[in-house]
């Protein structure tokens, strides 16, 4: 099973930017949908943004027109460029990958992002 790993995250001050990396230990072309999500203290987990293997993405109408999901299969790497980054923004962020022929999830172990105001 590839395993995902995040990084990237930190404490960053509002208006502030952070780039978030999700590294697979194998190639991600196994994988479909891939994904970023997110889960603030006391709240449920919700999807931030997704991105097909063909690239076509979907955010949260939360995160449009400040956050960008990418993914490099040459890298085997996923990214989450984070822009003017907000206080509710604070949350751990997941990647989350979904196997294309069996329809399996996986998910990294999590990466605290925190804005401060």
């Known amino acids: 099973q590839v395993q995902l790993v995040e990084s990237g995250g930190g404490l960053v001050q509002a208006g502030g930017s952070l780039r978030l990396s999700c590294a697979a230990s194998?190639?991600?072309?196994?994988?479909?949908?891939m994904g970023w999500y997110r889960q603030a203290s006391g709240k449920q987990r919700e999807l931030v943004a997704a991105?097909?293997?063909?690239?076509?993405?979907n955010y949260a109408d939360s995160v449009k027109g400040r956050f960008t999901i990418s993914r490099d299969n040459g890298k085997n790497t996923v990214y989450l460029e984070m822009n003017n980054l907000k206080a509710e923004d604070t949350a751990v962020y997941y990647c989350?990958?979904?196997?294309?022929?069996?329809?399996?999830?996986?998910w990294g172990q999590g990466t605290q992002v925190t804005v401060s105001s």
């Open positions: 989350n990958a979904v196997y294309a022929i069996s329809g399996r999830s996986v």
């Open positions: 194998g190639s991600i072309r196994v994988f479909n949908d």
């Open positions: 991105i097909t293997s063909g690239g076509r993405t």
